[in-house]
């Protein structure tokens, strides 16, 4: 049964922190890691937590506490890994469509780079030659993930170097003397099908005889966690037992052996997040009971963009008659969260809790309609502790030039 945070210790958090609030369980990110790391302790594997997720320094040192590493996808980010304490060793950088300059700048602070164009490969070996390892996002023309927006490995992603290029690759590589330690992969997100990544190291092994070097296979993330009642995460066991299989059965370079990188987000903070908003009007329109709370798409915007669903909870009232509600916010545009969703009958002032909000809820948040972005907490043996302010109207005007 996995970890779950009551719903005392959410209206807590609540009472004491105020809403719309973000609260993350620290052991449930220990949880997921480490049963990622045991079902591929039967690999050679490195973990890397795909930091984009949930970028809050504090979640930053504590999955470094739990011995793994991190990716990054902005020079930003890698600098908040360093911040939060990893080794350059520890953090990988995989970039997408930079400046030069920007991998200029990951390289100086010593980080694993995985660089995803040719353009951006042959000023990398212009500049470091053979003297930095680094590694090269394919393409593999693989549809895969939860919709077309979280999808980045088809064959009109503009993520990754195509496949078919390798002709072009091979040259950059030859013409520059560049070190490959590393070929990369992220086909999407959502994933709940190990065919899929099966399939990624099908189309690598076409590729791994071409680049001597290579000591890393670089799988990404996007492993499917539940978001509604009744789904289930993929089944990481059964995924690193096919993935072992898959290598074993391949005579790849001479029966080498390399180490596996996996690139997961949604798999360790997704569910460890509740985002906390207080119900501030009913409106029964005849047809639909509307309940608006006090927060929308700028604090939780996956439902708006990937239509994703978000299993909501009337914390408050726990005990009442199930009724059909549509969720909405505040914002001055449609922002619904759930449409006649069967929930608790809800009270003006009742506290919801949307589910699955670890990964990419507070760090998709935005400032939309002069709305001050949630405070953040963790909850961690049981005890809360703020990890960022609410936002207050001196932020608003922070950097606007008075
Ligand atoms: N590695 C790379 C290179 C990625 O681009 C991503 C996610 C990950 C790893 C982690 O994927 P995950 O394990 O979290 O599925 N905002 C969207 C998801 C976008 C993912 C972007 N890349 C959402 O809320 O569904």
């Known amino acids: 049964m996995p970890l779950q945070l009551s719903r005392e210790e959410l209206l807590d958090a609540a009472r004491e922190f105020g809403t719309p609030l973000y609260v993350y369980h620290a052991e449930r990110i220990k949880e997921q890691y480490q049963k990622l790391a045991s079902a591929f302790s039967i690999l050679d594997t490195d973990i890397f937590y795909a930091c984009k997720a949930l970028t809050n320094v504090n979640v930053l040192r504590y999955i470094r506490e739990t011995g793994c590493n991190v990716d990054c996808s902005s020079v930003n980010e890698v600098k908040l890994a360093l911040h939060a304490g990893f080794a350059p060793s520890q953090v990988l950088y995989t970039s997408n469509g930079i400046a030069f ?72 590589v030859r013409q520059n003397n560049l070190f490959i330690r590393t070929l990369h992969i992220h086909t999407g997100s959502d994933i709940k099908d190990a065919d899929v990544f099966v399939q990624g190291i099908e189309v690598l092994f076409e590729l791994i005889p071409h680049f001597p070097e290579l000591e890393v296979i670089d799988l990404g993330g996007g492993f499917k966690v539940p978001y509604e009642p009744g789904e289930e995460e993929i089944n990481v066991t059964q995924l690193a037992q096919k993935i072992k299989e898959t290598f074993d059965n391949h005579p790849v370079a001479g029966g080498k052996k390399f180490r596996l990188w996996f690139e997961p987000g949604k798999f360790l903070v997704s569910e460890c997040g509740y985002m906390l908003a207080e119900v501030t009007v009913l409106k029964d329109t005849g047809a639909i009971e509307f309940a608006a709370v006090n927060s929308g798409l700028n604090h939780l915007i996956r439902p708006m963009m990937y239509d994703a669903y978000h299993h909501i909870e009337n914390i408050s009232n726990p005990g009442g008659k199930k009724k059909l509600y549509t969720v909405t916010g505040n914002i001055c545009e449609t922002d619904t969260f759930a449409s006649n969703r069967e929930l608790n009958e809800i009270r003006e002032g009742d506290i919801l809790a949307f589910f699955n909000a670890g990964a990419y809820g507070f760090e998709m948040a935005s400032n939309y309609n002069s709305r001050f972005k949630p405070a953040e907490v963790m909850i961690r043996d049981g005890r809360a502790q703020l990890i960022r302010q609410r936002d207050t109207f001196d932020d608003l005007l922070r950097k606007q030039v008075l």
Not at 103 to 119: M, Q, R
Not at 122 to 151: C, D, T, W
């Open 101 to 172: 300059s920007e991998i200029e700048e990951a390289a100086d602070a010593g980080v694993h780079i995985n660089i995803d164009s040719l353009s951006n490969l042959e000023q990398f070996g212009k500049k470091y030659g053979h003297s930095y390892p680094v590694g090269i996002r394919i393409r593999p023309n693989i549809m895969a993930g939860g919709n077309l927006k979280i999808s980045t490995g088809h064959d009109t992603s503009k993520f990754g170097i195509p496949v078919n290029q390798l002709q072009q690759i091979e040259e950059t």
